[in-house]
Each structure stands twice: as structure tokens, then as C-alpha cells.
């Protein structure tokens, strides 16, 4: 089959798992027969520098028009003192709103071969953590209006509007009971209803909802308690479902009680099957260039790309195999190393891992 991916390779130590993420999916084109044809699109602080704009038009178009967007992690120290509005940030912000990208699904997950790396007291970490974490992505306040202005005595105030509209709870809340018909059919709706409107909307919502999946059991959470639960015992969580600011918190919390976020990948979704697929975790400037990074997030995001997008499940299963096996095989990067293990640097595991496919 012939696809068109969108390659956005971003700053930091980006474009270096990317390379390793193209080499294992040439090597799943020569398994499976198939030809992915990659189309650059650069975003993030490189685009800042060649064209002024963190996310020029074309590369938008390119995304557009291609079956799959893949993207590794963008920003950097070296753009934090750049005009805000165009931070490397606003590009990503851009992107997802210009795909129309509202559902970001973030699965957090122990490794079994890496259950030393849980930060987690042993008997937490015992019970297992398997969960994923839904965001909204394309609105509330990273959405809603921003502004610094200064008031009558002379004094600067900002604001940030908190703003959801039916439809776009909705449309979320939806893809949470889904998910969960897919996994355990547990769904923690997370919200703050008990000081914010946008929330209390938010849980009416779900209660509603929740008539059309009688199979699911659905629960509310106060996002502070989410927090506290989610290293008191993440075992109860199946799906957490929540709006964009508290899904940034949340997930980044999620991903670090794995002690693996070198290793997670996500999806962002809207209407049909176009999604941008990314590892959770940064750009990493400060190991930027030294051969130093762990690509698997990286490539287990292009393994949920062929499976979510391109309709591609074996495909999709060939990589994630090969993930467990050079993992089983005792080869490590920096991040996750362990005692007895081996320690290979970004490209050697890239290459192992395509050689496993
Ligand atoms: C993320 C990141 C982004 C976000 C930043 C880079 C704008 O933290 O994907 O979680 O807040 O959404
Ligand atoms: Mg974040």
C-alpha cells in the first residue's frame, strides 16, 4: 500500500529519534511490501528560524493532505525570549487547531521489563499501572481568549478565558466512553465542578452521556484529587476523560509514575482517520546531538500512527514486538538503564529495533 506520512522533525534531540523511527517503518515498508512516502513539514523553533513563523502555511497544507502527521518534540531554551506569538509552542497550538485535533489520547503504562524504573513504592507499582489518559486539546484556556492589558491605575493584568461550548464537551466526553468500551470500561471524568463553571457543565454533561453506554462505569474526580490518586494508587484508573489544562498536568504526572516517559507514545484525533502521532515526552536540548536520546517513544508512536490512521495492525504489532524483544535482548539507553543491562546510544537502539522487525 502507498500512504504519505507528514514528517515533522522539531528541535532539540527531534529530528535524531525521527531518523530512527523512519528506519524502523522502511524496514516495516520491506516486511509488509508497502511505500510511505514522507513529506517534510517543519514546526516548532527550526521553522521559527527558516521562515519567521513557528508553523508556516505550507507545512499546515502538507499536513493536510497527507494520510498521517508524525511529529517529534519541539522547542527549546534558544526560542524562550522570542516575540510570544511566535514561540516555537504557538506552532504545535496551531497545528492541533488547524487539523482540528480535539482528542489527545495519552496511555500511561509499566513496562514489565522495566518495572524497576516506577518510581513508586514497590507495593504501588505492584498492583500495575495501565491507563490512558483522554485530553481535550483544542480548547478551554489554551484556546479561549488571551489578554495583558493595563488597568486604570497603572497596574498590568492578564487573563485567559476557560471557555467550552456543549459540543466540544461532548465530543470528548465521547471519545472517553469509547475508549473505555475498548478497555475495562472504567472512565474517571476529571473536572473542578466544585469552583468552575466550565467543570460543573462539564460533569452535567457526562452524566448525560453516560445513559448511552450502560456498560461503562463512570466516576467524577476533582482534578487535585486526580493528582493525589494517581501516585496514591494509579491501578484504579482505566480511562481518565478531562479538558485540555488539567490533561497537560495530568498526563505529564501519568507518564512520570511509569518512570519509562522516554518510552510513551500519543495520539491526537478528530473527525475521520488523519491524526498527529508523537512521543509524550520534550525536545531534551540538553542531550541534544549526543546520540544520547531514547527513540522508542518516538517509535512507538509511529507504531500507534500505522495502527490508528493507516489502518495497519500487524504492521503496527511487528514494531511493537520489536520493541519488547531488543527490550527483552538487555539493551538500554541512558534514560531507562539498569544494572546487568547494556547501554546503547539513540541510533544503535533505532537499528536494533528495525533489525527486529
Ligand atoms: C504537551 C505540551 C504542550 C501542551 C506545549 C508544548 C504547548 O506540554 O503536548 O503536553 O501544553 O499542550
Ligand atoms: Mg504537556
Redesign the pocket.
Known amino acids: 500500500m502507498e500512504k504519505r506520512i507528514a514528517i515533522i522533525r522539531g528541535d532539540g534531540i527531534g529530528p535524531e529519534i525521527m531518523a530512527q523511527a523512519q528506519i524502523v517503518l522502511d524496514a516495516v515498508c520491506e516486511k509488509f511490501g508497502h511505500h510511505f512516502i514522507y513529506e517534510e513539514a517543519p514546526m516548532g523553533g527550526n521553522a521559527v528560524d527558516a521562515f519567521g513563523v513557528p508553523l508556516p502555511q505550507s507545512s499546515l497544507d502538507t499536513c493536510l493532505s497527507c494520510d498521517a502527521a508524525l511529529l517529534s518534540a519541539?522547542?527549546g531554551p534558544k526560542w524562550d525570549s522570542i516575540e510570544p506569538s511566535i514561540r516555537p509552542?504557538k506552532g504545535?497550538?496551531a497545528l492541533r487547531g488547524g487539523m482540528g485535533l480535539y482528542a489527545n489520547l495519552r496511555p500511561a503504562q509499566l513496562f514489565s521489563q522495566l518495572a524497576d524504573a516506577c518510581p513508586l513504592r514497590t507495593d504501588i507499582a505492584e498492583k500495575g499501572i495501565d491507563f490512558v489518559v483522554v485530553r481535550e486539546?483544542i480548547g478551554g484556556a489554551?484556546f479561549g481568549e488571551h489578554k495583558t492589558w493595563t488597568q486604570e491605575n497603572g497596574e498590568t493584568a492578564a487573563s485567559d478565558l476557560m471557555i467550552y461550548r456543549e459540543h466540544e464537551i461532548r465530543r470528548i466526553l465521547k471519545v472517553g466512553f469509547e475508549t473505555a468500551m475498548k478497555r475495562r470500561k472504567k472512565l474517571c471524568s476529571v473536572d473542578k465542578a466544585n469552583v468552575l463553571d466550565s467543570s460543573k457543565l462539564w460533569r452535567k454533561l457526562a452524566k448525560e452521556i453516560a445513559a448511552e453506554y450502560p456498560e461503562v462505569e463512570l466516576s467524577h474526580m476533582y482534578v487535585d484529587n486526580c493528582a493525589m490518586q494517581l501516585v496514591r494508587d494509579p491501578s484504579q484508573f482505566d480511562v481518565i476523560v478531562t479538558e485540555?489544562l488539567f490533561g497537560?498536568i495530568l498526563?505529564?504526572e501519568a507518564s512520570q509514575i511509569t518512570g519509562s516517559i522516554g518510552m510513551l507514545p500519543s495520539s491526537s484525533q478528530g473527525e475521520g482517520t488523519r491524526g498527529l502521532y508523537e512521543p509524550i515526552h520534550?525536545s531534551a536540548p540538553d542531550i541534544a546531538g549526543k546520540d544520547l536520546a531514547n527513540p522508542i517513544g518516538m517509535i512507538l508512536a509511529a507504531a500507534m500512527m500505522l495502527r490508528y490512521s493507516l489502518d495497519m495492525p500487524a504492521e503496527a504489532d511487528a514494531i511493537e514486538s520489536a520493541v519488547s524483544k531488543v527490550l527483552e535482548s538487555g539493551l538500554r539507553t541512558g534514560d531507562i538503564m539498569a544494572p546487568g543491562m547494556t547501554q546503547v546510544g539513540c541510533k544503535a537502539m533505532g537499528q536494533a529495533i528495525a533489525e527486529a522487525i
Do not use: F
Open positions: 519541539i522547542g509552542e504545535l497550538l486539546l489554551y485540555n497537560d498526563s505529564d520534550g
